[in-house]
C-alpha cells in the first residue's frame, strides 16, 4: 500500500512582510533562544567576550530534565533587551528573530498560522515566500541548536 504524500498547509507558500510594528519585540513576556552563532555575532557586535555578553545579556531559563536554555534577558515592561525605538543589534539579531514568523510552532497547521495573525500584522500580506524558503528556515534552527547547559 502506498502511502499518501501529507504537503504542510504552507505548500503552495506564504505571504509575510514585517511591518515594524515590534509586537515580537515588546510588551509580552516571552523568550528569544540563542544558538552558539547567536552568541558569538552578538559578543562580536557589542566588543564583548561570549562569557561577559551571556552574563550581561542573557538568562537561563529550565527546560526540563535537569537542563536549562539560553534565553535574551527582557525588561521589567517585557521589552527585548534590544529594543530601543527598534532592534539596536538588528544586523546581528539572533536567528529566532531572522526567522520569524517561519517557526516550526508557527507553521505546524494553519491554525497555528493563523493564531499569530490575530498579533502580528505581517501575516498573509505582503512577500510572497516558497515552500523551500521556509522550509529552508525551519532548518536553520536545526543546524544551530539552541545553547544548553545542566542545571
Known amino acids: 500500500m502506498q502511502q499518501k504524500d501529507i504537503s504542510p498547509f504552507y505548500a503552495d507558500g506564504l505571504h509575510f512582510s514585517c511591518t515594524q510594528c515590534s509586537a515580537c519585540c515588546r510588551f ?5 533562544f540563542l544558538s552558539e552563532t547567536d552568541v558569538n555575532c552578538l559578543a562580536r557586535a557589542l566588543d564583548l567576550t561570549y562569557t561577559d555578553f551571556i552574563e550581561v545579556y542573557c538568562r537561563w531559563i529550565p527546560a526540563g530534565g535537569g537542563y536549562e536554555q539560553l534565553s535574551l534577558k527582557e525588561r521589567s515592561n517585557y521589552d527585548c533587551i534590544f529594543w530601543k525605538n527598534g532592534c539596536s543589534v538588528y544586523e546581528s539579531r539572533p536567528l529566532q528573530c531572522r526567522t520569524y514568523p517561519f517557526w516550526s510552532s508557527i507553521v505546524l497547521t494553519e491554525e497555528s498560522w493563523k493564531a499569530v495573525k490575530a498579533e502580528c500584522p505581517g501575516i498573509d500580506r505582503g512577500q510572497w515566500h516558497s515552500k523551500e524558503e521556509i522550509e529552508d528556515q525551519l532548518r536553520k534552527r536545526e543546524q544551530n541548536p539552541i ?4 542545571r
Do not use: L, N, T, Y
Not at 28 to 32: A, S
Open 147 to 150: 545553547v544548553v547547559r545542566r
Open 28 to 32: 509580552d513576556p516571552g523568550f528569544v
